[in-house]
């Protein structure tokens, strides 16, 4: 292509360059200032809401995804109703927990990203090939990170390859690992996680997976002051997702209200939950 | 050194024109029409790969006629155009309009500059509205030029003859399988008169589809639901032939 492309209105010489399939390396070749990762820090550290707390748990034939709906600022509840699950794709969602607003860009680019491979492409990339590239993208924040902006995602698919719902988790420093049967990150991961190994079987049902994810959330908001639980009188409820084979599906608000409810009418007569068999 | 020998503007850009449009002709045409719940692009395409439509963005759609990696090369300058502007503003801020404008500045700039060897492609850019009357269709010829088109159009080859065709018999408010049906007329009803039938093996198919609940609303058509789609019993009264024959009693009968 010629090299006097601007300013004319057509598309300039880097649009029309047989390259990378990716939109990152693209946005790094022809706009570097875009991309998250290259932006200069300022010295110092900065108060900005957190998300707190993201679940999931695979079952026969998929995965559920869900989050609470508060982000906090120190002791400050910020937000009430953010929203901290997004489809990645048709067969994939990320939850995130961490700095709000950094988070949210970051899974927009990583919409994108996967959206641009799959039109320049023609083709998906596979499950394994998504997680990767949220890896490279959380590396690429580790800068901020070590200022008290980490963004820590959970990233969930269906593996069209594999017939089953896998998880990802990851680290600030984009370290991924795979998990088994469930997840979670974000402050209140910890009793989220106690409350889901006492729960979790393998031959969960899809209606008993999106409960035990509402059960495990409702436990972190119990002990974490961070995590948000079911909002009855504002009507805010958890986010929960579900992927399958036929892809990605949001509970909606109904949907939603019914499982919160059903979760908190049993707390109201046994506020700890439900109890595992002793042995 | 030599003199060169003078060629007149007029010249030298019919010979362009003739050049590009040469080019053009050796490929297969293909139609883009508008049916009652979006947009259909239906060509003849022995490959499954290499595909001659093609998702742009959310409602945008791109079907192309010539030259491969001419217009393969612009498909890709308009998936990175389409998602650094919805990245950078929003994804409502991306339209086919600002698209076929970036495309028809390129294609005129590279067809006027001497150095460059003028693009032997046609494109169409397409966007599904929310109703029928928000449907946009423009047809970009080799030069630059930007048509805006309403129900149907064809590109490629046989272009006139198909379009002629198409307005003679398309209607606004076809079905799905009415339009695709006709377009597969339009194509296999080529020159000299004799109808070559085209397997639906060799159909490339798709659609921006406005009912569809995804933000993304193109969609391939193929296997199974290509062949129910072609085979699919069309009312008396928009059989494509007869000119539309509005009180039809036989549709209930069938």
Do not use: W
């Not at chain 1, 900065?46 to 026969?60: K, N, S």
């Not at chain 1, 008290?148 to 069209?160: I, M, S, T």
């Not at chain 1, 409820?237 to 992927?243: A, D, R």
């Not at chain 2, 791109?62 to 030259?67: L, S």
């Amino acid at each position: 292509m010629e090299p006097n492309t601007r300013g004319t209105g057509r598309l300039p010489a880097a649009f029309l360059t047989p390259g990378s399939s990716s939109f990152m390396d693209f946005l790094g070749a022809h706009a570097p200032e875009m991309l998250p990762g290259n932006r200069k820090l300022p010295e110092g550290v900065v108060e900005a809401p957190h998300g707190t707390t993201i679940v999931a748990a695979t079952f026969p034939g998929g995965v559920v995804l869900a989050g609470d709906r508060r982000a906090t600022m120190g002791n400050m509840i910020a937000q009430r109703d953010i929203e901290k699950v997004f489809p990645a794709d048709e067969y994939s969602a990320v939850g995130i927990a961490g700095t709000a607003g950094l988070a949210v860009e970051m899974v927009k680019l990583f919409q994108l990203e996967l959206e641009h491979f799959e039109k320049v492409e023609g083709a998906t990339l596979s499950l394994e090939g998504k997680a990767n590239r949220l890896s490279t993208m959380i590396r690429s924040n580790l800068g901020m990170a070590m200022q008290g902006l980490a963004v820590v995602p959970l990233f969930a698919g269906y593996d069209e390859a594999k017939e089953k719902g896998r998880i990802f988790s990851y680290d600030v420093t984009g370290g991924r690992s795979e998990e088994h049967g469930y997840a979670a990150t974000g402050s209140g991961s910890i009793f989220a996680r106690g409350s889901m190994k006492k729960l979790y079987r393998p031959d969960l049902t899809e209606e008993q997976a999106t409960t035990l994810v509402v059960q495990a959330l409702y436990d972190a908001a119990d002990d974490d002051s961070a995590t948000g639980g079911p909002d009855l009188y504002r009507h805010i409820y958890p986010i929960v997702t579900v992927i399958t084979d036929e892809g990605f599906r949001r509970l909606d608000e109904d949907e939603s209200q019914a499982l919160a409810r059903k979760v908190t009418d049993r707390r109201l007569e046994q506020p700890d939950g439900p109890r595992a068999a002793l042995l | 050194m030599s003199t060169p020998f003078y060629v007149s503007p007029q010249q030298a850009m019919a010979d362009r024109a003739e050049y590009a449009r040469k080019g053009i002709a050796r490929g297969r045409s293909l139609v883009v029409l508008q049916y009652a719940d979006g947009i259909v692009f239906v060509g003849e395409n022995p490959s499954r790969a290499l595909h001659k439509f093609s998702e742009i963005y959310d409602r945008i759609g791109f079907a192309a006629a010539g030259k491969y990696n001419e217009y393969e090369n612009l498909r890709i300058g308009g998936v990175r155009y389409a998602d650094l502007r919805g990245y950078t503003y929003d994804r409502d801020d991306v339209t086919a309009r600002g698209l076929a404008n970036v495309y028809a500045q390129t294609l005129g700039t590279i067809f006027s500059s001497a150095g460059e060897k003028p693009y032997e492609v046609e494109l169409v850019v397409a966007e599904v509205g929310a109703t029928a009357a928000g449907d946009q269709i423009y047809r970009l010829p080799h030069d630059g030029s930007i048509v805006d088109e309403h129900g149907s159009v064809a590109v490629g080859g046989n272009a006139e003859q198909i379009s002629s065709y198409l307005d003679q018999r398309h209607q606004d408010g076809m079905t799905l399988s009415e339009a695709l049906k006709l377009a597969v007329q339009a194509l296999s009803s080529q020159a000299n008169g004799a109808d070559k039938a085209i397997p639906a093996e060799r159909l490339e198919v798709a659609v921006l589809d406005r009912t569809r609940s995804q933000q993304r609303k193109f969609k391939r058509i193929r296997g199974r639901q290509l062949a129910r789609l072609l085979e699919a019993e069309v009312p008396a009264a928009a059989q494509v032939d007869a000119v539309s024959n509005d009180e039809a009693p036989e549709d209930e009968a069938e």
